[in-house]
């Protein structure tokens, strides 16, 4: 059975000035990315990896070409309608944790539910704090969790809306092996137990390797 496309991209350029003239960081990059498809995309630093994931997530504009997510063009929103799809359907999880620092792990997991309205917040993410391994944590604020645990709640964060996307950026980057590969795992199993598409960003081999595709960047170009 053929999959549904849920990430569509025709043509994608990124252009930014610079003192030395104009760089094309993104050069025609067209894919598409089927419901429930773990996609890795992988090449040198500077390769344009990190660009082509922030606008297939809404988060930066493309100077030329189209996105569509969900069925809806991103490219064709204005920034209120880009960031109210983001709330319902797109999750991410970065390097660095971004957890909001005064609030605890239930609270921080709490807030994209919150920010949609969702009654349900406390319960919803009180389940998948225990699913990631961390109900006895919940209490706590990220200072008193080590950095793998920290990176579960950002994890968590963003599996808990159940979005059709999520977008992971380098998430073992700031980890040891041992808590790389358990982060991982969960990803993997969020992923499966979800359907949710998964998109990343990575420099880890055998992450890269796990995922149902691999596609490679060069010079802001896909060369896979």
């Not at 429930?36 to 922030?54: D, F, I, M, P, W």
């Amino acid at each position: 059975m053929e999959r549904k496309i849920v990430l569509e991209a025709k043509e994608l350029t990124r252009k930014v000035s610079s003192p030395e003239g104009e760089l094309t960081i993104v050069d025609g990059v067209s894919l598409a990315i089927g419901a429930g498809e773990s996609v890795a995309l992988v090449g040198a630093s500077g390769a344009g990896k990190s660009t082509v994931l922030a606008m297939l997530a809404g988060l930066d504009l493309p100077t030329s070409g189209r996105i569509w997510l969900d069925g809806r063009e991103l490219t064709g929103m204005d920034e209120d309608a880009r960031a109210r799809l983001r709330a319902d359907r797109v999750g991410f999880v970065f390097q660095a944790f971004h957890l909001v620092p005064s609030l605890t792990a239930l609270e921080n997991v709490m807030l994209p539910m919150e920010l949609t309205g969702r009654s349900d917040a406390r319960q919803a993410a009180h389940e998948i704090l225990q699913r990631v391994g961390l109900g006895a944590r919940e209490g706590h604020y990220p200072r008193q969790l080590s950095g793998g645990e920290q990176q579960r709640v950002a994890l968590a964060r963003a599996s808990v809306t159940r979005p059709a996307v999520l977008f992971a950026d380098e998430p073992t980057g700031n980890l040891d092996t041992a808590t790389g590969a358990s982060i991982c795992q969960l990803l993997f199993d969020l992923n499966r137990e979800f359907n949710t598409t998964l998109v990343l960003v990575t420099h880890d081999t055998t992450l890269a390797a796990r995922c149902d595709r691999i596609l490679t960047m060069a010079a802001g170009r896909l060369v896979t």
